[in-house]
């Protein structure tokens, strides 16, 4: 059974929803890519985390696995600031906001197809977790793929 570890050294960016519109009288279902309207408009973040995604998974050299995988992903945010203190200890503690977990794989999990899975359905099992960082600790994601072989 294969490992492949990877730490992703960037703040989580989940999949934004799609979003539906009407135009010309027909529905139309896309998914965002800019944020902000007019002068304002700027691309969204998630391109930016996919590519970063894309770039630490680079540590696989092979081609993409086609069969189960287990795919086990932690997520660690930013501390809050009214949670730093200079005496007292700052361990990790539980991210209860959000982005929702499930939104948070699916951008993982997007930018790992093509590369080291094949397609997202390959995966059957795994593990997430959603942190707020220690004291010392910068943001970001630490992925640990298992392939399984018969």
Known sequence: MAIIKFTVPAVPV????????????????????????????RPHPIHAFKATVRLAAE??????????VRIDVLFVFPRHS???????????????????????????????????????CQVYAGTIEKWRASGDEQPHCAVSIREVTE
């Open 14 to 41: 989940a999949q934004p929803r799609t979003k539906a519109t009407a135009f010309g009288g027909k529905a139309r279902v896309y998914t965002p890519t800019t944020l902000g309207t007019g002068d304002g408009k």
């Open 82 to 120: 009214s949670k730093v203190w200079k005496s007292k200890p700052m361990p990790r503690y539980p991210h209860v906001e959000k982005p929702d977990i499930d939104n948070l794989i699916k951008s993982v999990l997007d930018a790992l197809q093509g590369t080291i899975i094949v397609d997202d």
């Open 59 to 68: 540590v696989y050299n092979g081609a993409p696995i086609a069969g189960p």
